[in-house]
């Protein structure tokens, strides 16, 4: 018995020393002269040149061949630093030659190249094959197209006995976002996408919490010059965030988004949009061009709390109510150092119950010029009227505003800078009836300065002197203001507090 365990040690032991040559053997075998008859053999698959710098064949981890510099199609193409092709060790026992896996690491690949390898891979017809390939996979992989860069991606590939995907999962931003792709009939494929807390490349004011985005992809072969890929489905968003206004405390939320989703030519467009967003919601449709990197928007507000949104586009409290109208933007998604980062917006706008920020348009109108704190508010039942916000800054035209004792009408600017300009009516019931009073909007957002014109000033001080106050001073605040539409236009223009003016002495 011990001379067979000593013969059976030594057997052991001289396997394993032969083993080990074959491995060194294998290890330094040159393959570079086979490179032009596997270039060659790979072209014909694929139907794409391929160009490889180095073969190598290594024993461990597992016994595979390594193809190193490989570049396939004309450029941008896929450019690899390695393949590796993986035997299958449970296949080889039992005689059959397989590859369990084929390794893609490192490198990049054009998103159009990949299209035209995945249309060919899966029309290709069925074949018997010597050599089964289990699986292709995919890491540090980076995915370009024309405008933008996806990645590294990591990925699996599953094929069947005849080579053709079965089943291709994909991701990326440590798994933040995946794709799963299941082939169907005549070049389409059934999609599904699930993201989590994902930032899309190239537009990092663009944050998703969660995404599901599940439809089909026609990856059908370029005509004409033009990528035929499209792609059409429905997408379910929550707690999506954009950040419009660098200089903002807040980027601009929606809670849910539902939408359906049809992208080709390097367009997505958003139909069927409904959105929750600051206790109320909207409807309609919007454009993102990856070409132009830009996004055009068309929607209905209703009921919207306006006091947060502005928060998205202000640090200054400027109004507050709940919002229903009609807003048309567009924005590049890539500029710098641009007002709002170029926003462009049109809107009518309805506000109910709410008040606007740090004036008091009843204690402003008092002919003695005080200017309200920095806590004073107006509060309102109504303020209708439009809004442009571009390059120069926030405009509001045609407002009205109506309260208890106050109804107003007129137009107000604010500057990139947070200047003010503008001119209101306002029109105020006291103890004397209703008095109009014409008022100068300046300052800034966060400390603003409404007062009268100067006309209406003059014009009170000298109806106060001729007939008292009360009656005197709104009839001269009423001539003063009909002067005003004559010739006093650079009210407008005029800034900064002035004092009241002095009723002549007595003499």
């Known amino acids: 018995m011990r001379l067979m365990i000593k013969f059976l040690q030594?057997?052991?032991?001289?396997?394993?020393?032969?083993?080990?040559?074959?491995?060194?053997?294998?290890?330094l075998i040159p393959l570079n002269s086979y490179i032009p008859e596997a270039e060659k053999l790979l072209t014909e698959q694929l139907h794409e040149t391929v160009n490889i710098q180095q073969l190598k064949l290594a024993p461990l981890p597992l016994p595979h061949l390594a193809l190193l510099g490989v570049h396939v199609g004309s450029k941008p193409g896929v450019s690899l630093q390695s393949i590796k092709a993986e035997l299958d060790m449970l296949d080889l026992l039992s005689g059959k030659l397989a590859i369990r896996s084929i390794v893609l690491q490192g490198g990049t690949a054009s998103f159009a190249q990949i299209q035209k390898l995945i249309a060919t891979l899966t029309n290709a017809p069925a074949t018997s094959s010597s050599v089964a390939v289990h699986e292709v996979q995919l890491s540090g992989i980076n995915l370009t197209t024309p405008k933008m860069s996806f990645g590294p991606i990591e990925g699996k590939i599953e094929l069947d006995e005849a080579g053709k995907p079965q089943q291709l999962w994909f991701a990326m931003n440590e798994k933040k976002i995946s794709v799963t792709i299941l082939p169907l009939p005549e070049q389409r494929f059934s999609v599904l996408v699930n993201a989590h807390a994902w930032t899309?490349?190239?537009?990092?004011?663009?944050?998703?919490?969660?995404?599901?985005?599940?439809?089909?992809m026609d990856s059908g072969a370029s005509t004409k010059g033009k990528n035929a890929f499209q792609f059409s489905g429905d997408a379910h968003i929550s707690h999506l965030q954009l950040r419009v206004a660098s200089k903002a405390k807040h980027p601009l939320e929606f809670d849910e988004i539902n939408t359906?989703?049809?992208?080709?030519?390097?367009?997505?467009?958003?139909?069927?949009?409904?959105?929750?967003s600051y206790g109320g919601g909207l409807?309609?449709?919007?454009?993102?061009?990856?070409?132009?990197?830009?996004?055009?928007?068309?929607?209905?507000?209703?009921?919207?709390?306006?006091?947060p949104l502005v928060q998205a586009f202000s640090n200054e409290l400027l109004f507050s109510g709940d919002l229903n109208g009609t807003v048309h933007l567009g924005m590049p998604l890539n500029s710098h150092g641009q007002f709002l980062g170029g926003l462009q917006l049109e809107s009518q706008l309805s506000l109910r119950n709410g008040a606007i920020g740090k004036v008091d348009l009843v204690q402003a109108a008092n002919i003695l010029g005080k200017n309200t704190g920095k806590d004073a508010a107006t509060g309102f039942d109504s303020l209708t009227g439009l809004l442009n916000i571009d390059a120069g800054g926030y405009h509001f035209r045609d407002l009205k505003l109506a309260s208890g004792v106050l109804n107003a009408s007129g137009k107000i600017d604010i500057a990139p800078d947070s200047q003010l300009s503008g001119a209101l009516d306002a029109n105020i019931k006291n103890t004397v009836g209703l008095v109009s009073v014409p008022m100068v909007v300046t300052g800034t957002a966060s400390a603003p300065v409404v007062r009268p014109t100067k006309s209406s000033m003059a014009g009170a001080a000298v109806g106060t002197a001729i007939l008292g106050p009360g009656l005197g001073t709104a009839a001269g605040i009423k001539v003063g203001g009909f002067l005003n539409t004559l010739f006093g236009k650079n009210d407008e223009k005029s800034g900064g507090q002035i004092d009241p003016p002095q009723p002549p002495a007595k003499k």
């Open 200 to 216: 899309v490349p190239q537009f990092p004011k663009i944050l998703l919490g969660d995404l599901k985005l599940q439809g089909q």
């Open 10 to 27: 030594r057997l052991l032991a001289a396997l394993f020393a032969v083993l080990i040559l074959a491995a060194i053997a294998l290890y």
């Open 283 to 307: 409807t309609g449709s919007a454009t993102l061009n990856f070409d132009k990197s830009s996004l055009i928007a068309d929607a209905s507000v209703y009921e919207v709390a306006m006091q």
């Open 260 to 276: 359906h989703i049809v992208f080709r030519a390097a367009q997505l467009d958003f139909s069927k949009l409904e959105a929750k």
